[in-house]
Structures are given as C-alpha cells and as structure tokens.
C-alpha cells in the first residue's frame, strides 16, 4: 500500500517539523487564547452580556486564529522544494494534499479544541454549552483547514497572497461560523444543537471529498 | 523511449523556444546546452509534467505524459534547482521520506549509506540545516541512489555547489543508469566528462 505509507509518512513528517519548531505552532494557540481573552476586558463584567457574545467570539477568533495558519500550510515546503517532489511522487496529490491539511489540523486546530472550555468559563457558558462548543469546533475546524487548503494553493507564491487569501476564503467560511456559533447559541438557550452540528458534519463530509482535489488542481496552477 | 514534439515555451510575454524536438531511446543521455535564460529549466520542468508546453507534446513509451500521469512519475527522478530537502530533518530522515513518497521505501540503514557514499559519513544525523550548500546538494543527490528503478533522471544542474570529488561521483552514477538503459536529461554549465557510452547535445537559444 504505497499511497498510504505516503500519506502516513507525511503526516508523520509534518507533526516532526512542528515538534521541532514550536514556536510557529503555539503563535496559533497563543493568538486564539489572547483574542478571546480579551473580549471580557474590553465589553466589561456583565454575565449576561458576555453569555450572549461567547459563541460568537469564540468562533470568530477560532475562524482568525486558522486564517493566520493558513500561511504555513504550503509555503515552506514550497520555498524549499519538497512541495515540488510531492507533486512528481506516484502518488494521488489529493491524498497528499489530505495528509498535510490532517497534519495541520493536528496541529493548529484541536489545540483550539482543548483551550476552547478554558475560555469560555471566562463568559460563565453553562456545562452543556461548553461540551456543544467543543463538538462545534471539533467539526468545524477541519472544515476551516480544508477550505483553507484550496485558498492557500490559489495564492501560493504570489505577492500579498496573504490578503488575497482572505478575500478568497473567508466567504467560505461564513456558513462555518454561522452553524458553530449557532450550535453553542441552542445549547445555551437550551432547545438542543444537534440540527446544527449535523450541518457542520455535512460540512466536513462534502469539504472531506472535494477540497483535497480542488487544492491538488491549485497547486498545480502554482507551480507552473 | 521519450519524446518530445514541436515544443514551444512561453513565459510571461517572452517566447523562450519554440519547435523543440527529441527522440531518446533507452540508455541515452542529453544534454542540453544555452546561455542563462534560453528555457532550460523550462525544458526540463516539461519534461517532467509541472509545466504544461504553450504548444507542442512529450511522449513516453508512445503516450502522452499527462494520460498515465502517475505511472509516468512512477518512472522519473528529478533534481530542480531546489534540493527539496528540510532543513529541520536530518539527511537520513530527508531520504527515508523522499522514498517512502516516491514508492520505493528505503529503510534508515540504506539511507546510512546511501549518504556515506556521497561522503556524509558523519553528517547523517544533523538537521540538514547546519550542513554547507555542497552537502545539501549531496542529500539531495543521494536520492538517486535509490531511483535505478526509476528509467528517466530528470537533473537541472545537478553538479552546483559539489567539489571535484562528489562531480565524479554523480558523473559516474549518472553514466550508470544511462549505461544501464536509463535516459537521462541532463543542463550543467560546468566542463564535466560524464563517461556515457551515448550521448546528445541539443543547443537552446542558439538561433
């Protein structure tokens, strides 16, 4: 099974780069804890008030803390050439292209994950509504890497294609925040979430099936 | 066999080629020669399927190299400009991965030595970052130490940066997988006598 020893060894590969510069991951984590943090100092003490804003925030910041990581996605591999053997290997590039995003998730997104109760404390969320956050972001976050994905290919190696790769992908991530955001919203009004993380899982499932592809075309756009 | 047909290469706004052509049988290497800027590279990103001809097509073994893609790259090594090596990992990491992408898998003890006969005998467990340029390109040519299998070496310079010893050593290596029924394709602006039993010149930009 040579395609799945590929995506292994990759992933493998990836979570080894990030071991060895932590740095780079824990901007991610530090960026989502600050901004969330925040929030509470800026609007004030009001329960009530911070309650109602924390789906909100929490997905916002989530949302801004996975745009920033997008950068690292191919740009080091490209600016060393690896990105162009994984293009020349026999294997499926969308696979590789999964196998990166995975790597990235691992990374950059289930830190989100864990920290996220942490914070909401910070807003007085009710117990539920902490579990339902955790599940919103469990799904939507890999939601947000594989859009990115296709996003951070289009605009690789062009000049501003920071900015540019906002405009691109954070459209895209709007019905993401609305169904997170709303998840925790139901759970803490109490008539239950579960309409909107089917709908963040149908996210992830269509995202799953195209977005690799998609990202594997855009790369090879710009490479050429 | 690969071939190349009426192939015409346009970057940007400039015209670097048009109406190049080859035919190579097995066990051939080409060289192709010209001044900086005459397409080169280009040529030889072509070749290997990253950079699709303005007009023209590349055949191997009689079938287009976009048709069977993956089989194709199954077949093909190249060396860029770019040693497409990480400079967090060390060089018997960097092998063991590049293989395991390209198919073949190579355990850490033949990356070992894959390394000490390119002469980084003591180098293998440094991140590659700390290596000089020369040693880089040394990692990066140690791949070709596992490609025999592979029958088209695709090489863009691959003598810059190495000292007269490690030339001779990829001459020779080179040599062999031509020797051997490779076809290998091959720029260098360097004088270097690659001991080839058949080998082709074709000049770029000369008109």
């Known amino acids: 099974m040579g395609s799945l020893d590929a995506f292994r060894a990759l992933v493998r590969r990836d979570l ?41 925030v929490v997905w916002v910041a989530a949302l801004l803390a ?12 490209y600016a060393d050439g690896t990105l162009e053997q994984m293009l020349l290997a026999p294997q499926p590039l969308g ?20 920290i996220a109760p942490v914070l909401g404390l910070q807003y007085d969320l009710p117990w539920d509504a902490l579990g339902v956050l955790m599940a919103s972001l469990l799904v939507g976050t890999p939601v947000l890497g594989l859009i990115g994905a296709v996003g951070a290919a289009l605009t690789l190696g062009l000049r501003g294609g920071g900015v540019l790769v906002s405009l691109l992908v954070l459209p895209l991530y709007i019905p993401v925040l609305i169904f997170g955001a709303g998840a ?41 | 066999m690969l071939e190349a047909v ?32 005459s397409g080169k590279t280009s040529l030889l990103r072509m070749v290997c399927g990253l950079l699709a001809p303005a007009a023209g097509e590349i055949l191997w073994r009689g079938e287009p190299i976009r048709a069977a893609a993956e089989e194709f790259r199954g077949q093909l090594a190249y060396l860029g400009h770019l040693n497409g090596i990480k400079d967090d990992l060390t060089g018997v990491e960097n092998l063991v991965f590049s293989e395991t992408m390209a198919g073949g898998g190579a355990t850490p ?3 070992r030595d894959a ?30 130490a596992f490609r025999e299998r592979c029958r088209l070496w695709v090489l863009d310079e691959p003598f810059v940066a190495l000292d007269a010893a490690a030339v001779r050593l990829v001459a020779d290596l080179i040599a062999n997988q031509a020797d051997s029924g490779g076809i290998v394709l091959l720029t260098t602006h360097q004088e270097v006598d690659v001991p080839v039993r058949t080998r082709r010149t074709l000049r770029l930009g000369a008109a």
């Open chain 1, 95 to 114: 696979l590789l292209v999964a196998a990166k995003v995975a790597a990235h998730w691992l990374v950059s997104g289930l830190p989100l994950v864990f």
């Open chain 1, 16 to 56: 080894l780069l990030a071991l060895r510069r932590r740095a780079d991951v824990l901007t991610t984590l530090v960026f989502f804890v600050i901004v969330v943090s925040l929030f509470p100092l800026g609007v004030g003490p009001e329960m009530e008030t911070l309650r109602q804003i924390a789906p909100g």
């Open chain 2, 6 to 37: 009426n192939l015409e290469c346009v970057r940007g706004e400039r015209r670097l080629f048009r109406g190049v052509g080859f035919e190579l049988a097995e066990g051939t290497l080409l060289e192709v020669v010209g001044p900086n800027g």
């Open chain 2, 115 to 144: 390394l000490a006969r390119l002469g980084l005998a003591g180098f293998e467990d440094l991140p590659t970052r700390v290596l000089s340029q020369g040693q880089k390109r040394r990692v990066a040519l140690a791949r070709l």
């Open chain 1, 66 to 77: 996975s745009m920033l990581a997008l950068g690292r996605l191919f740009s080091a591999d």
């Open chain 2, 109 to 111: 003890r033949a990356a």
């Open chain 1, 184 to 224: 925790v919203d139901a759970a803490a009004a109490g008539t239950g979430a579960a309409a909107h993380l089917s709908l963040l899982g149908a996210f992830l499932v269509v995202s799953l099936f195209f977005a690799p592809w998609a990202a594997a075309l855009g790369l090879r756009i710009s490479l050429e």
